[in-house]
């Protein structure tokens, strides 16, 4: 049996294959574990979405490779005009569009676009891995921007070396942020885009949690400021607007060039997606919006964060996104020491902080998409847990 390739040694273990392995563990022991790893939304995919995939099945026009250019047309012309309705700026569907299995498809095979050796990735740190993992195995370099809450968690443009800067061709940003929930400015979004056409670079913002918001908070783009279809790209997806993770349906949107070259690689890797889940997806962007999961995410921040600060441990409420990110409530644990400690002594998963980079140290992160809790009760008793288990000091 050959060698798998070398690029594949750059792959770090899957952060939460570990902590699933934990988890089966204290399960299979018999314990009730409340788990707040893994951030996919526990409620089923709206009704009505899943009608409109069944009808769209049902017609064999859809059971044929879709052979349009940059993805299935209904589908590319609902997310611009959600986009357009719900951000502003219009953009044209059929030249700066491109539908995406995924949106995690989508910032994977921009590396492999854009990226040689020798080029650079600026990336969050700390941040979703993909844009790291991909731009190592393209054979590129990263330069990570750590995140900081003095600097309100965006990345300080000023302390990017000049090298750095001058080679790199992909500057990754996402807002929302994962793992801590914080959120962009709209003056950021100006110095990033002026930042990145001094220096000819493209700005990637990731935007999964686009409109995962709380207290009437709306999110910027990037693509309102002026000029940034020049320099942007943005991702965006439906699989925590309207919980459907498992259905992989996403799309970016931005610089016309860019869209091309991506789709230019994705040709030549997959045939995109099943046209009756795209026309599903088309419906979703036409008709709903996501008010009702939003209420109960929203309940469920407040019983955790409330309930902890209230016990003693200091948390900020996440206006958008759906993950706490809290500070380890102690100096004598890692961030690993601590979510072992919680596993073992409350039966409560969550992710330690050190997964999403270096700059995660100290931290860990608790999701908001708990199974089988309705207004914020299992989110209590994970609290009740906490305090009775000493671990606070
Ligand atoms: C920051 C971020 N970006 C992108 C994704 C990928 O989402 P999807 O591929 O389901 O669109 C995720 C998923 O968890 C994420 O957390």
New binding site residues.
Partial sequence: MPARAQRLELIPPYLFAEIARIKAEAVASGADIIDLGI??PDLPTPTAVINALTEAAHDPETHRYDETARGWEPFLDAAASWYGRTFGPQLDPKKEFVQ?I????G?AHLAWTYIDPGDVSIVPNP??T?YKVNTLMAGGEVHETPLRPENDMLPVLADIPTDIARRAKLFYV?YP??PTGATATREFYEDAVAFCRDHDIILVN?M??ATVAYDGFVNPTVLQVEGAKDVAIE?H????MYNM?GW???FALGNAQVVQNLQRLKSNIDSKQFPAVAQAGAYALENLNNDDTLAMYEKRRDALCDGLNAIGWPVTKPKSAFYVWAKVPRTDMTSAEFAGALLKQAHIVAIPGNGYGTEGEGYVRMSLTLKGDQNGERFAEAVRRIQASGLIP
């Fill in positions: 951030g996919d995406l995924g949106s995690k498809e910032l941040g979703y993909v996402c942020h994962n990731d999964a949690y991702f997806s439906l699989s925590k993770t992989r349906l996403g």
